[in-house]
């Protein structure tokens, strides 16, 4: 039999912990405090520790008594039992296999199909397609430093790769795909990236980028593990290399075979960089895992965090019947040892979620209208697990729920989505291209009939373009009438809530533990205040999102109305106006209300994936392969939220009262926290700036509209007067026609 040594020096550190201090810093317990428990000399517990195979066994049983360690434990805690990592086994290989055939087929394409650029619809943009349909999902590790990511992270993935240690430990945004999804381009493991990447633009398509663009704009250095060690984390010896802001990590674990991990820096108690970081990385989650330590489990920061996470994760439900509410996401106790009992840590978690639910009311009942099934405590409670490495039994459930998860849910959800995308990007391509040709047809056929539509549609321009104008016009109106409505909500939520009296029937009514009131109350009232300006800039936002489409109709019915007077039907002029508005806006980086109208656009069709548009929609927080896209305001775009700080900066301010009645006291000083930290204010700001974006987004939008529409009347005219030859419209035909065969004979094996 293989002798096991215990060290005992790991162990003393891995489960001895003396509570955290003031910084929340976690303190193992010392030397010293073990030799004292012991009644042994300090130089005593040195030398065991060094020499662990020499300990008397009834000093060990103590030692272990000591460190409430039980004799099975203490030998997984010395290796035996290290985390082996989950294997949901290859749930993409069907799927990866479809998008190599679809990449060869377009790599295969004759030249004149390879360049055709007159449509949207062409070899290219169904290359980006397969590039976006075989992106693996992937899983984002978050939540304050220290809690445990980087450890639960290297766990699963059955490794100790990731840098994980005391103090705040992981520094930059790391990236981990397995080894065989390394770009061609790249020799190393593992590459450091500085901020010039665009990470949730960039992610999905390093593939496309070539060493010479990543040398020139992106790369800081590359080479092994050590690497990650000397940039990544922040005692390293490059930690103070500024320029280091993204790792990507290429490793070989069965994990990674279903997924791709997110390793974030650590939320600290203030806004700094690592914080920054956490929340750009998090913008790329399919899958969220939110760490806290099982000590002082979720504190009202972290449900700060977690509910701006929360919102913006894509939504499966209703795809599957019977998907698990919230399936995507794990909210981790993390620090799980024996120091608790099992009974323990359910008690924990149960209050935990019932805390959770109460205090981010608002959050769940919007999350809820979204997801179409209601949130509770109970399916939050259903969604957090413990862990600790050591312990089979305090990771199990996580593991094989996350397991199941990524073998089996996930995929048949995805597979589903994929299927239909593909399909329909088919049709609407083969819609949009047969159009046009039909329409070079009726030209080349009847040009008389296509001359009297043409002469028709140039007399209407007068009267289309007046009505476009005072649509537009009254359009720009409303959302300055949007805005003041927004505002006066504001005051009106702000008047209803921030009284005295009223605050203080609240604290009655909803809190029996001044403790709990003092810890969560400014949140409540924050997520409440949130929650109302949300759905009212939602209701507003659809408004203004019938009045669009009415907008684009405009367009279309200048071009049926203008064939509408002959007998016969001869000329159909197709014009792609949602394309064209969506077309004006993809420069913005933010789009107000119009995130909602871009987002109800449809299971993607052919626009939103044509072209680099779904690196776009990432940058603007909509993500591409969800149910569809998601229609809960808030977490699309500009939020109509105070924002992570103000919210973090009222919950502290309202942690210290004396005085009066306790809840009056505190219904005092949570208005003077609201005040002096100008919620209000910042409240106006961000209203205001949610409009500002939604009429620059609007006016870009009906621009481009207009600019494509007089462009195509000008190509219809050259063609019609003559300017275009017929051997240069019967070219274009057949290259159309070759181009609609290629996209018809697209090669997919339904995955569902
Ligand atoms: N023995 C043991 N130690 C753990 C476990 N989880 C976390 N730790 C320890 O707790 C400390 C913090 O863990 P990390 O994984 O580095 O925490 P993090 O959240 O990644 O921290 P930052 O990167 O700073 O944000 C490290 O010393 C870990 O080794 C566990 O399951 N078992
Ligand atoms: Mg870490």
């Known amino acids: 039999m293989e002798a096991k040594?215990?060290?005992l020096s790991k162990l003393r550190k891995a489960t001895g912990w003396q509570g955290t201090d003031q910084s929340g810093k976690v303190n193992p317990i010392t030397q010293e405090d073990l030799s004292q428990r012991l009644n042994i000399d300090q130089s005593q517990v040195s030398r065991y520790e060094n020499d662990p195979s020499s300990i008397p066994l009834d000093l060990l049983f103590h030692w272990l008594q000591a460190l409430g360690v039980r004799l099975e434990d203490a030998f997984e805690m010395a290796g035996k039992n290290e985390p082996l990592g989950i294997n949901p086994g290859l749930p993409w290989q069907k799927l990866q296999r479809n998008c190599g055939l679809l990449m060869e087929y377009v790599h295969g394409a004759k030249a004149t199909v390879r360049n055709f650029r007159e449509s949207a619809f062409n070899a290219e943009s169904l290359r980006v397609l397969a590039q976006e349909l075989r992106r693996k999902p992937n899983i984002v590790f978050t939540g304050k430093f220290d809690s445990g990511k980087s450890r639960l992270a290297n766990g699963l993935l059955g490794r100790r790769d990731l840098p994980d240690k005391y103090q705040p430990a992981t520094r930059l945004i790391t990236y981990v795909c397995h080894i065989n999804d390394k770009p061609s381009w790249l020799r190393e493991e593992v590459l450091i990236l500085n901020r010039n990447f665009d990470f949730s633009r960039d992610i999905s398509m390093l593939d496309s980028l070539s060493i010479d663009e990543v040398n020139k704009n992106y790369k800081v250095v590359a080479g092994n593990l050590e690497i990650l060690k000397a940039y990544g984390t922040h005692d390293g010896k490059y930690s103070e290399v500024k320029d280091a802001k993204y790792a990507l990590v290429y490793m070989d674990s069965p994990l990674l075979e279903a997924c791709n991990i997110v390793d974030l820096p650590g939320y600290g108690a203030s806004e700094d960089e690592d914080v920054e970081r956490a929340r750009e990385g998090g913008k790329v989650a399919d899958i969220l895992v939110y760490t806290s330590n099982s000590t002082g489990f979720?504190?009202?920061?972290?449900?700060?965090?977690?509910?701006?996470?929360v919102s913006r994760l894509p939504a499966f439900e209703g795809s599957v019947k019977d998907y698990p509410l919230l399936g995507n996401l794990y909210i981790v106790a993390t620090h799980a040892s024996r120091d608790k009992t099992q009974e323990d840590l359910d008690a924990i978690l149960t209050t935990a979620s019932n805390r959770l639910y109460q205090t981010m009311s608002e959050t769940w009942r919007a999350l809820s209208t979204a997801r179409g099934r209601t949130i509770d405590a109970g399916v939050l409670r259903a969604r957090m697990f413990t862990y600790w490495a050591e312990l089979p039994d305090r990771r199990k459930n996580l593991e094989e729920c996350m397991t199941s998860y990524l073998a089996t849910t996930l995929p048949k959800v995805k597979n589903g989505i994929l299927d239909q995308t593909v399909a329909e990007y088919k049709s609407e391509a083969d819609k949009e291209l047969s159009a046009r040709i039909a329409e070079y047809q009726a030209i080349m056929e009847d040009t008389t009939n296509a001359e009297r539509t043409?002469?028709?549609?140039?007399?209407n321009e007068p009267t289309r373009k007046k009505r476009v104008e005072n649509t537009k016009l009254n359009i720009i109106n409303q959302i300055r009438a949007h805005r003041k409505e927004h505002l006066d909500e504001l005051t009106r939520v702000y008047e209803e809530n921030l009284n005295i009296d009223g605050l203080e029937r609240l604290i009655k009514g909803k809190y029996k533990e001044k403790n709990e009131a003092q810890r969560y109350l400014g949140t409540y009232l924050l997520d409440h205040i949130q929650g109302r300006?949300?759905?009212?800039?939602?209701?507003?936002?659809?408004?203004?999102?019938?009045?669009?489409?009415?907008?684009?109709?405009?367009?279309d019915m200048a071009l049926t109305s203008a064939s509408a007077d002959i007998e016969k039907p001869g000329l159909s002029i197709p014009f792609d106006a949602k394309g064209a508005f969506l077309a004006g806006l993809t420069g913005l980086a933010t789009l107000g209300a119009l995130s909602i109208w871009v987002s109800t656009m449809g299971n993607l069709g052919g626009y939103i994936l044509a072209a680099k548009l779904s690196g776009w929609l990432a940058t603007v927080g909509i993500s591409v392969g969800g149910k569809a896209l998601i229609t809960y305001l808030a977490s699309i775009g500009g939020p109509v939220t105070a924002g992570i700080a103000i919210a973090l900066a009222v919950a502290a301010a309202i942690w210290s009262i004396f005085g009066d009645s306790w809840q009056r006291r505190l219904a005092k000083k949570t208005i003077d926290a609201f005040n002096t930290k100008d919620v209000q204010k910042k409240f106006t700001e961000n209203i205001n700036a949610f409009w500002r974006d939604t009429e620059i987004a609007f006016?870009?939008?009906?621009?481009?509209?207009?600019?494509?529409?007089?462009?195509n009347l000008k190509h219809l005219d050259d063609v019609i007067k003559g300017r275009i030859s017929r051997d240069t419209l019967k070219a274009k035909i057949a290259q159309f026609n070759k181009v609609k065969d290629f996209l018809a004979n697209t090669p997919w094996v339904p995955l569902a």
Do not use: H, N, P, T
């Not at 979720?298 to 996470?309: I, N």
């Not at 870009?700 to 207009?706: F, K, T, Y």
């Open 533 to 555: 300006l949300s759905s009212v800039g939602e209701e507003k936002a659809k408004l203004l999102k019938l009045e669009i489409d009415e907008f684009l109709q405009i367009y």
């Open 699 to 711: 006016r870009d939008g009906a621009e481009s509209v207009e600019k494509k529409f007089m462009k």
């Open 5 to 7: 040594v215990i060290d």
């Open 454 to 459: 043409y002469e028709e549609l140039k007399r």
């Open 298 to 309: 979720l504190d009202a920061e972290d449900f700060v965090r977690m509910q701006y996470e």
